[in-house]
């Protein structure tokens, strides 16, 4: 079997739109909400869904999708599993990496900065907001851990809706946010020749710079 792929004509030009130093916000959050609300306005699929880069303490990167549950000047906030391998990577190592790709609209986002536990009260207030069937389901995840087929991980679900019938579900100890607090966004937007706008906000001295990049 040949497992080549042909990629090589695989191209695409970017001629949708433009950024300029002239037009973005001098605050890379209030750039993040227009680029973000112009990606929910021309239906991206999951906008909120961001590449999510970690690595262990001994420089050893992973990455996976996960949702933005929250965003306002303190930072980026997403829900997982503390015990699982994004989890104890990020307390190990509390720095990140997000990354948004819009493609029907030819942007890229980059975010990078430390990380930090969101409160008990915050995690608590996001997962009550959850569907009754998610609070079950963090219950029966022992995420990033090997599980004896799809059947242990169905009857463990079971088990924990039998354990909380007719009762409130609690915030599970191992489950919460976590928040990625921004020293650099990058705003990318695709152009012509491959000579792509990318601008760039750096926190220097508690100021945010503004530089453009070479594509
Ligand atoms: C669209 C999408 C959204 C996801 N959202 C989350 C999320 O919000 N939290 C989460 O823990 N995992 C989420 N996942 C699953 C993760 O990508 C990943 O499989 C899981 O968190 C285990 O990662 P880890 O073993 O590196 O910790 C999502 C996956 C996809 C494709």
Known sequence: MDNTLELHSLRRDYTLNSLDEAIVSSNPFEQFQRWFSEAQASGVLEPNAMTLATATSSGIPSARVVLLKGMDEHGFMFATNYESRKGEELLANPYAALLFFWGDMQRQIRIEGTVEKVSKEESDNYFKSRPRESRIGAWASKQSKKVEGREQLEEEYSAMTMKFENQEIPLPEFWGGFRVVP???????????????RICYRLIDDIWEIERLYP
């Open 183 to 197: 020293v650099m966004f990058e705003f990318w937007q695709g152009r012509a020749n491959r000579l792509h706008d």
